[in-house]
Every structure is written in C-alpha cells, then in structure tokens.
C-alpha cells in the first residue's frame, strides 16, 4: 500500500542548529516527492519538490531534501535553523498517474532561541 | 502572491444540516483538490476536479458529498448532511499543474 512515514512527531532544536526531518515512503510508481510547511493558521505551503534528475533539491527558505532510492527516503534538511522555521512540516508523495498527493503524519518543529 | 483563500474559516454545523465551504483558486489554475485533516490524523485526500468534472476520487469521498464550480472563480465542496466524523479542517488546493498543488489555509468544520 502507498503510505508515508514521517517517523518524529515533535522535534526540538535550538536556533543556529542544524536540523533534519525524516521521511520514508512506499509506492509502487515512480514517485514524485515533496515537502509542505504549515504555520499556525496558515496553509500548506510548499518548501520544495522532487520529480527526477540530481537527488538533491533546494527549496525555499533555505530548506534542502535528499531522495535515496535504496532507502526510500527524502529527508528535509537545513544548515542552520531560524526561531521562524518553526511550524509542522509535512512530506508527501505523489504519482504521475494520479491526482492525489500522499501525506505523512507530520514533524511538529520548536525552535528555542 | 496570488494565494489560495477558503471561507469561512471556521464552521459549525449541527450533525444533519448542509455545509457548503468555498474556495477561490488561484485564477490562472485549471486543476483543483479538496483534502481534509481530521485533528490528530494525516491530511487525506478527498477529489479533484478538472474541465469542470471530478477527476479522481477517494474512497472518503462518497455520495454526501460533491463539488462544483459554479462560476468562474468559485470552487465548493458541499457536504449533504453532516456527521460528527466529518468534523475535520478541510483544505482546498489549486494547480496550473498537477505535480505542484498550493494550498489555501483551510476552513475548519465543527459538527455537533
């Protein structure tokens, strides 16, 4: 079955640390991969995606995410966190052959100054 | 930046009545989407809507439910009677393509 896994539920750091949010996926198809934010009372926005080519993508804010085919994977990274990074983020999967995107559970992040 | 809106942003209803939540997609899109979070729960997709008929649908989905987009800007989900599960946040989406969705901010729907 298609599903996703975002395997923290509540992440912790201090600002200036580095940051890693985790995500597995499982899909039949080649899968189309992103990484949605969402701040209180806002919607979801998105941070960047992957559809093919170089693994390594580069998103907004500063947000990276790498896709590992052998672990199925496509983890969120950032160098350095910023008190304004907090929020929950989501990592989704999608398909070329459907509409519907896939959601994981979501990673709640605080950032403490 | 063009932007997603959805109204209201918060709903209460009593379990039985109609509900309609509306949706003003960003204006040069031609797919649209309805997904919804149940509190504590993943968000799940619902529909999506293209050349003014529904193009994919979940098993959620099911005869209490329907879109429509009535005029050229408005797209709406209308829930028919309402239960207490359907109480949930309730996103629409918009895309010019299919692969990059943005999101409004989402209307919650509270059913007593």
């Known amino acids: 079955a298609q599903s996703v896994t975002q395997p923290d539920i509540h992440i912790t750091v201090s600002e200036g640390a580095s940051l890693e949010l985790r995500c597995n996926y499982s899909y039949g198809a080649t899968p189309y991969l992103f990484w949605y934010v969402q701040s209180p009372g806002q919607g979801l926005q998105l941070l960047l995606k992957y559809f093919s080519g170089d693994t390594l993508v580069q998103g907004i804010k500063g947000f990276e995410a790498e896709f590992k085919r052998s672990q199925s994977s496509f983890n969120l990274r950032k160098p350095s966190v910023h008190w304004s990074d907090a929020a929950e983020y989501f990592c989704a999967v999608g398909a070329r052959n459907t509409d519907k995107l896939i959601f994981g559970t979501g990673t709640r992040l605080q950032v403490f100054p | 930046e063009p932007e997603v809106t959805q109204t209201p942003s918060h709903q209460v209803t009593q379990m039985g009545q109609e509900v309609i939540l509306r949706c003003v997609p960003i204006?040069?899109?031609?797919?649209f989407y309805w997904y919804r979070q149940i509190l504590g729960q993943k968000v799940e997709f619902l529909v999506s809507?293209?050349?003014?008929?529904?193009?994919?649908k979940s098993e959620i989905f099911d005869d209490q439910f329907s879109v429509e987009r009535p005029d050229g800007s408005n797209f709406t989900l209308k829930i028919r009677s309402t239960k207490l599960e359907d109480s949930a946040m309730y996103f629409c989406a918009s895309s010019e393509v299919i692969e990059e969705q943005f999101f409004g901010p989402g209307t919650r729907l509270t059913v007593l």
């Open positions: 809507f293209y050349n003014n008929e529904i193009s994919e």
């Open positions: 204006s040069n899109h031609l797919y």
